[in-house]
C-alpha cells in the first residue's frame, strides 16, 4: 500500500497569508522605527552662503564680501562673484540629502562634521561650536535651482566648486589643491 505524501502543517494559501502578515508587519516596525529618530531643531532655511572665487570653498558671508579666514590668503574668502547660495538645516535628511555638514566659527566655511574635523585655514581643526546640522542635496537632489559641481574635499572635508574636469581645485588648507576622491557629486539652491 502507498502512502500519500502530504506536507503537514501549512498549506499554501495559509503559507502566502502568514508571510504577508509578517512582511506587514515588518514595515510597519521600520517606518515607526524610522519616525522615532530624532532630528536637530529648530528647523529651518539659511541664505548668506557664498563661494570664494579663490579657494573655491564655500563659507557663509552674508554680506557678500570679505569673511574668514581663506586657505589661499589674501585676506579672507572672497564672495564678490558668487550667487547667494542657501541651506537648509536641523530636518531628517531625505532620500536625496546628507546631512551632518557644520559651520566652522573659525574659517567660516561649511565642513563635514561627522568624522574627525578637517583641516582648517584659521589653524588646526575646524570648530563647529554653534553651528547647525545643514543638509546638503546629493546629485539627484530636488532643489529649484541646483547647481552642480560641488565636492567634498578628503583633507580639510570642506565643501569646494569645481564643476568640470578642466576646471582647477581650489586650494586646501591641508596644503596643495583639494581633493575630491571619495566624494559624492553634491548641488547647491542659489538665488534666495
Given at each position: 500500500m502507498t502512502k500519500s505524501l502530504r506536507p503537514v502543517g501549512l498549506n499554501r494559501r495559509q503559507l502566502l497569508w502568514s508571510s504577508a502578515a509578517?512582511?506587514?508587519?515588518?514595515?510597519?516596525l521600520l517606518s515607526s522605527t524610522a519616525r522615532a529618530q530624532p532630528c536637530d531643531y529648530p528647523v529651518?532655511?539659511?541664505d548668506g552662503w557664498r563661494y570664494c572665487h579663490r579657494c573655491k570653498g564655500l563659507f557663509y558671508g552674508p554680506s557678500g564680501g570679505r569673511a574668514?579666514?581663506?586657505?589661499?590668503?589674501?585676506?579672507?574668502?572672497?564672495?564678490?562673484?558668487?550667487?547667494?547660495y542657501g541651506l537648509g538645516y536641523g530636518r531628517c535628511p531625505g532620500p536625496?540629502?546628507?546631512?551632518n555638514w557644520r559651520w566652522c566659527r573659525k574659517c567660516q566655511g561649511l565642513a563635514y562634521?561627522?568624522?574627525?574635523?578637517g583641516l582648517c585655514p584659521a589653524g588646526n581643526r575646524h570648530d563647529h561650536t554653534g553651528s547647525f546640522n545643514y543638509l546638503v542635496e546629493t546629485w539627484y537632489g530636488g532643489s529649484d535651482n541646483p547647481q552642480s559641481g560641488w565636492w567634498w574635499c578628503q583633507n580639510c572635508h570642506g565643501l569646494h566648486y569645481r564643476p568640470t574636469s578642466d576646471f582647477p581645485f581650489g586650494w586646501c588648507p591641508a596644503g596643495g589643491r583639494h581633493v575630491a576622491l571619495?566624494?559624492?557629486p553634491y548641488l547647491m539652491s542659489w538665488g534666495a
Open positions: 509578517v512582511l506587514g508587519a515588518s514595515a510597519v529651518g532655511a539659511q574668514g579666514a581663506c586657505p589661499a590668503g589674501l585676506g579672507g574668502h572672497d564672495g564678490s562673484l558668487s550667487f547667494n536625496y540629502t546628507q546631512n562634521g561627522a568624522s574627525p574635523q571619495g566624494s559624492f
